[in-house]
């Protein structure tokens, strides 16, 4: 036992921790302590109820594009983290869309493709092989660059073969090449989208024909066929495409004209149109019997006409006289008919006149020439459908009736009208009125709030928000409040000693054994009662002081 002043006798105290932590101070020391982890602990909560809530930045990444991505995130002092054992960056969702931005302006991610800035960094003394395989390389990157700005495609490679240059124009060959597409996750490339990408590389290399260009995408189907010239398996996507377009129109027209009368939703058309693609030239000439000579045209004409003398044959009387060359001619004497006769008989009767002419006509014929465009409707054949009519009685009863012959009769000239049909063509329709059957109704069972994706967020945001603020709560009012009020209770000044002769502060401050709380005012009163009753003296006395006090 230890001997404490004035007589008094107190147990000795523990050394240590634990002999320090029963002092006045070890306890008052303690107490901060603990004030300061609930503080602690109540930052720390209030902290982690307000992280941000972390997205995806950037997935699938070089690690090229990724060491640039997070060098501009710390150089922009933007927090950020990895997922998916650092297959993705993650940044806070609200700065989801400016960080993106931001680095797009800093072309970034790159892709992993190296474009011609490959060749900015050439090296002195660099060979001219190494020269084309690097111009090679950068050729490739930019149009993989290129494809991929395409929506449907995520990212893309090319490979190129260009074969060496020759002056023999047998031993030349035509480079090729060869593209590989990763697309989103449920997009398609259609054949138009492909022959795009086909021309694209074929346009960007030279003497690169479209031929020697493959498309292939991340599943190994061959989107473009280089093998096969157009149409060559009689399905031309333009074409199909066309017709598709035409039949489309066809439909359109018909229920636009046909709406109005009939009502929304009560008619519905189908079109077939067989069209023509086949592109044909013809050249005729046609030769027509020659008609009448004098109906006829004379092309060209030509006469002739001889006249031949011939000598007269011996006659007079034989000897010198007949032997000796005629006189010279003389003209004959007007008047006398005898002689002249004999001339002109002997005349005709010694020259021959022969006379020949030529006639051409022109001959009737006809050329022609004759070029059948492509795409000509050789048939259409439509069905259109048209509900019942809706009436309403004056009781508010509605009924369906069939449509009147004359109502068929206009709707089928209007059809035939807004189709363009032809009879000479072969064109055939078909109206027919039928009531509707009514869509079945599809029972979707409801997905319980606590099951839709929008609930459960709202619900994990709330949750850790309550979670905070519930602990925050307890930790203040259960933990902290409470030691607040024993460390200021602690400073408090301790109460002035009670004298025996004072009855009053002894009655108001009378306390119960050492340990214990001071009486409250219901137990002062009866104390103070009985005192009174045991000991009226006293009480008169204090009365007494009480007045004596007063006055």
């Not at 002043?5 to 634990?18: D, H």
């Not at 060209?300 to 010279?328: F, I, M, T, Y």
Request: charged fraction near 20%.
């Amino acid at each position: 036992m230890a001997v404490a002043g004035e007589g008094a006798i107190v147990p000795a105290s523990p050394g240590g921790i634990v002999g320090f932590a029963q002092t006045p101070g070890g306890r008052n020391f303690f107490l901060m302590l603990g004030v300061a982890a609930v503080v602690g602990v109540m930052s720390g909560v209030w902290l982690w109820s307000q992280q941000p809530d972390y997205r995806v930045l950037f997935s699938n990444f070089s690690d090229r594009d990724g060491g640039a991505i997070v060098a501009a995130l710390q150089q922009a002092n933007v927090p950020y983290k990895f997922a998916d054992g650092g297959g993705a960056i993650l940044v806070p969702a609200n700065q989801v869309h400016d960080v993106r931005l931001k680095l797009a302006s800093q072309g970034l991610p790159k892709g992993g493709n190296v474009g011609f800035e490959l060749m900015e960094n050439q090296k002195l003394g660099v060979s001219q092989f190494l020269e084309q395989v690097n111009f090679q390389r950068a050729l490739e990157g930019e149009l993989a660059r290129s494809i991929q700005s395409l929506g449907a495609v995520q990212a893309a490679r090319v490979h190129l073969a260009l074969p060496k240059a020759s002056v023999f124009v047998r031993d030349q060959q035509k480079p090729t090449a060869s593209v590989l597409l990763n697309l989103h996750p449920g997009r398609t490339m259609d054949p138009q989208q492909v022959s795009a990408i086909v021309h694209l590389v074929a346009s960007s290399v030279p003497e690169l024909p479209t031929k020697n260009v493959t498309v292939v995408d991340q599943n190994g189907n061959l989107l473009s066929e280089s093998g096969k010239p157009a149409g060559a398996n009689g399905l031309d996507p333009t074409q199909l495409k066309y017709v598709q377009e035409l039949q489309q129109s066809i439909v359109k027209r018909i229920e636009s004209i046909v709406t109005p009368i009939v009502g929304p939703n009560n008619v519905r058309a189908e079109a077939t149109a067989d069209v023509d693609f086949s592109h044909s030239e013809q050249a005729a000439e046609t030769y027509k019997p020659n008609g009448q000579p004098n109906a006829s045209t004379i092309r060209s004409q030509q006469s002739s006409e001889s006249q031949s003398n011939s000598p007269l044959g011996a006659s007079g009387v034989p000897g010198a006289l007949s032997n000796q060359p005629q006189p010279n001619a003389t003209a004959p004497i007007a008047g006398s008919p005898q002689q002249s006769g004999t001339q002109t008989a002997a005349a005709a009767s010694s020259g021959n006149v022969q006379k020949d002419m030529t006639v051409n006509y022109e001959v009737d014929k006809t050329v022609r020439y004759v070029q059948q465009p492509m795409g000509g409707i050789k048939r259409l054949s439509v069905a259109v459908v048209v509900n019942y009519k809706k009436e309403v009685a004056k009781d508010g009863k509605v009924t369906m009736k069939p449509l009147s012959e004359d109502e068929k009769t206009q709707i089928s000239d209007l059809v035939k009208e807004a189709m363009g049909f032809s009879k000479d063509r072969g064109d055939s329709l078909n109206v027919v009125n039928s009531p509707f059957a009514g869509p079945e109704k599809e029972i979707i069972p409801e997905t319980p709030i606590w099951k839709r994706p929008e609930a459960i967020d709202m619900g994990l945001s709330g949750g850790k928000y309550l979670l905070g603020i519930a602990i925050l709560a307890y930790l203040f009012f259960g933990v902290l409040r409470p030691m607040f009020r024993r460390i200021m209770k602690t400073f408090d000044p301790p109460p002035p000693p009670v004298e025996e002769d004072d009855a009053v502060v002894h009655i108001q401050h009378e306390v119960e054994p050492m340990g214990q709380k001071v009486r409250s005012y219901q137990d002062n009163l009866e104390a103070a009662k009985t005192l009174a009753k045991n000991d009226p003296k006293m009480v008169a006395n204090v009365v007494k002081a009480w007045v004596g006090t007063n006055e």
